[in-house]
T-cell receptor, first 112, second 110 residues
Framework: DAMVIQNPRYQVTQFGKPVTLSCSQT?????MYWYQQKSSQAPKLLFH???????NEADTPDNFQSRRPNTSFCFLDIRSPGLGDAAMYLC???????????FGPGTRLTVL | DAKTTQPPSMDCAEGRAANLPCNHS???????VYWYRQIHSQGPQYIIH???NNETNEMASLIITEDRKSSTLILPHATLRDTAVYYC???????????FGKGTRLSVIA
């Protein structure tokens, strides 16, 4: 089945140690999004790609970077994770000018 | 910021209709009403969307008031699997990202 896959599902890192989360999709969608969801809060958009065009939200910390080497893959790099970065990270995709966003299961990041 | 207001929580008996309200009094003419839900420890899932006409699909019905300032999502026969946080979102159709509000936590009770 076509889907959005996130690996790993659970990631533990140490304070200040760089970490990379990955997202892949078999839907061939042009648009990919990264959301951060902290405990008991709603998802919050970090950035999104419209094809290779990168769009950063104004309040996304510089500590967060993203790469999209091809249509299928997108990575979220956290250069120096702090305790406040512990959260669920959600990847989503959509077709251009299409209504529905398809979400992956998320990666839960723990920072020790 | 989210442009919608929803009650923080609701209960519904299994098998009964769940009616989830949403206020969006500042909605613009080109903005649609979208509903997503998030079951615990999963990613959000699209349910339905509409502009001004009522909409129905296999999951739910969406009733939008004539002035478009509010809407109601209806799950006709709620099951325990419908227990989730339901998000009402207004946005322009297309690639604009979703801005999630606090949503309504629906608990379906046996």
């Amino acid at each position: 089945d076509a889907m959005v896959i996130q690996n790993p599902r659970y990631q533990v890192t140490q304070f200040g140690k760089p970490v990379t989360l990955s997202c892949s999709q078999t839907l061939n969608h042009n648009v990919m999004y990264w959301y951060q969801q902290k405990s008991s809060q709603a998802p919050k958009l970090l950035f999104h790609y419209y094809d290779k065009d990168f769009n950063n939200e104004a309040d996304t910390p510089d500590n967060f970077q993203s790469r999209r080497p091809n249509t299928s893959f997108c990575f979220l790099d956290i250069r120096s994770p702090g305790l406040g970065d512990a959260a669920m990270y959600l990847c989503a995709t959509s077709r251009i000018n299409y209504n529905e966003q398809f979400f992956g299961p998320g990666t839960r990041l723990t920072v020790l | 910021d989210a442009k919608t207001t929803q009650p923080p929580s609701m209960d519904c008996a299994e098998g009964r209709a769940a009616n989830l309200p949403c206020n969006h009094s500042t909605i613009s003419g080109n903005e649609y009403v979208y509903w997503y839900r998030q079951i615990h420890s999963q990613g959000p899932q699209y349910i339905i969307h509409g502009l001004k006409n009522n909409e129905t699909n296999e999951m739910a019905s969406l009733i939008i008031t004539e002035d478009r300032k509010s809407s109601t999502l209806i799950l006709p026969h709620a099951t325990l699997r419908d227990t989730a946080v339901y998000y009402c979102i207004v946005r322009v159709k297309g690639n604009t990202p979703l801005v999630f509000g606090k949503g309504t936590r629906l608990s379906v009770i046996a």
